[in-house]
């Protein structure tokens, strides 16, 4: 397993951000969705090394995190984005990678620099190279983040809302680039877009109020919320959740009444109706 | 696959190969930072006047030199390096920058120790330039007849080597508090009360030039007067447990910055207790 977290809790203050959680993964890419506040960010930087849990154990490439050099060793064969990232004043692109990657240990100038170009060529940063980083636009530093991630071909990748601020085009590329990075790797994706979920995730889990709901397929998730979604006319009582398709009905997700046209679910219905409300959670069947 | 050459560790303090590169990098970002064209600015000002003088006759250009390098190191470069030096050390400690940086093998301790090598390898070596253009200059210029405060040609390499140390102080100063107190602020206050402290121990040099007990313990060179012009050459004794003592804060603040950072911390606190003990000893001797 690359990932294997034992009761990993962990409490800002009096605040509990994560309830005790045990979670494995190996290769492949494991998808994070959860509402905000749900507690993604702390358990992806608990994944990334960056902050160390109160409780639990985390265990990552088959290293415990408690140990300096279980940590440094990790930290070499490890890929981060974080949700929000700031970028030293006056770099460029290319100094800003170059910077990441000998503090990732690459010593020798001349590989450096090529993994350097590598890896801005994969997120289409190679034009942009020279120009300074504050007159890149939010997109295209959003691609910087991630291919600081991606220098040294990471064995575990941690990606915390990858394609905020990317257009369309951008995220179906960065789909692609995950895609390929997934095969031999541990990739973690943490995301509020259903839809990316659902084409990059064989196995995605829900995190909630700082505990897992969910943790499995993303069909499964899917059919959770089978019997539970209909269209109608109008928002009808049963509705926990009511929006206008594209068919130019009411999709509602709930429960429905007698009669309803009942249609198929989909991952987003699943995720919806899981951390809806926490009255109507419990209504979701096991 | 790549190449990934893994650098070597000294575990005392976390010394790598890749802390030794980062310095590299951190050096040219030194040297390059803004504040410094500020300094070069003033002093290509101060220069066209003391041109003008050496013209007109009303100095000697060996002095003039010997004046010019004086205050561009100890009296700009020293200072501004305090501004560069913490401003590249917070550059990657700043919240937000730091994030994807914590996540990488090179921890927070190594980048420190990075800057303080990229402060070695630039601002210092700058320093050293100085005090080896400044040595060779003050043989070659002359005291001005009948001004006991400009004896240029007195100053012995004790003296000078307190050049570079200056330097030394103000960077890692600098790296020190970008890592205590990176808050926005801290720095020009920090800088505001060091130069009216010292300004206030700069009064105990009279007009004759005689160095009185509170100027020994301003973290500066002692041989500048209050009138800015150089006092007598010092006891060879005083000026050798003056520069220790100067290189003693300059490595209590190295320390402060590193106890900072994650990691083994009793190496850094015994060479604390030392160091303050050396530095206190030195502060007494200083006095004659």
């Known amino acids: 397993m690359d990932i294997r977290l034992t009761e990993v809790a962990k409490t800002y203050g009096r605040d509990r951000a994560l309830e005790p959680v045990s979670l494995e993964a190996g290769q492949g890419i494991l998808g994070l969705l959860g509402p905000n506040g749900a507690g993604k960010t702390t358990l992806l930087r608990i994944i990334a090394t960056v902050i160390a849990p109160t409780a639990g154990q985390v265990e990552l490439l088959g290293r415990d995190i408690a140990s300096p050099a279980g940590r440094t060793e990790i930290r070499r064969r490890l890929g981060y984005v974080p949700q929000e990232c700031g970028f030293p004043t006056g770099f460029t692109p290319f100094e800003y990678v170059d910077y990441v990657a000998i503090l990732k240990e690459w010593v020798d100038r001349r590989p450096r620099h090529d993994e350097v170009r590598r890896v801005l060529a994969v997120m289409g940063l190679t034009e942009v190279a020279g120009r300074r980083i504050r007159r890149l636009s939010g997109g295209m530093r959003r691609r910087l983040v991630i291919a600081q991630a991606l220098l040294g071909d990471p064995r575990l990748l941690v990606l915390d809302e990858p394609t905020v601020g990317l257009d369309p085009e951008q995220r179906l590329r960065f789909r692609d680039a995950v895609s390929t990075l997934a095969d031999g790797r541990c990739v973690v994706v943490s995301t509020h877009q259903t839809e990316d979920v659902a084409a990059l995730c064989p196995r995605v889990v829900v995190l909630h109020e700082g505990a897992i709901r969910y943790d499995g397929s993303p069909s499964g998730l899917a059919a959770r919320a089978e019997g539970r979604v209909w269209t109608a006319a109008d928002r009808q009582p049963g509705a926990v959740l009511a929006w206008r398709s594209e068919g130019g009905g009411v999709r509602q997700i709930g429960v429905p009444p007698a009669g309803a046209e009942l249609v198929r679910p989909t991952l987003e219905d699943g995720y919806l109706l899981l951390v809806g409300g926490a009255g109507n959670r419990q209504e979701v069947p096991a | ?288």
């Open chain 2, 1 to 288: 696959m790549s190449i990934i050459t893994l650098g070597q560790r000294l575990p005392l303090i976390g010394w790598s190969s890749s802390a030794d590169r980062l310095g590299r990098v951190e050096a040219r970002r030194m040297l390059r930072h803004p504040a410094y064209w500020f300094g070069l600015a003033y002093l290509a000002m101060l220069g066209t006047y003391a041109v003008i003088d050496v013209v007109r006759g009303k100095d000697e250009a060996w002095n003039i030199a010997y004046g010019i390098v004086f205050l561009g190191v100890c009296l700009l470069y020293a200072p501004l390096t305090v501004i560069s030096a913490n401003r590249v050390a917070a550059a990657a400690f700043r919240r937000g920058v730091r994030e994807p940086l914590d996540a990488a093998p090179v921890d927070a301790r190594q980048r420190t120790i990075g800057a303080v090598l990229g402060l070695l390898r630039g601002p210092v070596l700058v320093g050293v330039v100085g005090m080896a253009l400044m040595s060779v200059l003050a043989p070659l210029s002359s005291p001005s007849v009948g001004d006991p405060m400009n004896n240029t040609a007195a100053r012995g390499l004790l003296e000078h080597m307190q050049v570079p140390v200056l330097v030394l102080g103000a960077g890692l100063l600098g790296i020190a508090l970008a890592r205590w107190a990176p808050k926005p602020g801290v720095l020009p206050l920090v800088v505001l009360v060091l130069w009216f402290g010292t300004s206030s121990l700069y009064a105990a040099v009279d007009a004759n030039g005689v160095v009185h007990a509170p100027t020994w313990f301003a973290p500066w060179v002692v041989w500048v007067a209050e009138n800015a012009g150089l006092a007598p050459q010092q006891p060879l004794g005083q000026q050798m447990w003056h520069l220790v003592y100067l290189l003693g804060l300059s490595l209590l603040a190295g320390v402060a910055a590193l106890l900072r950072t994650p990691g083994t911390r009793r190496g850094l606190w015994i060479t604390a207790a030392v160091t303050v003990i050396l530095t206190g000893l030195a502060g007494w001797q200083q006095l004659g």
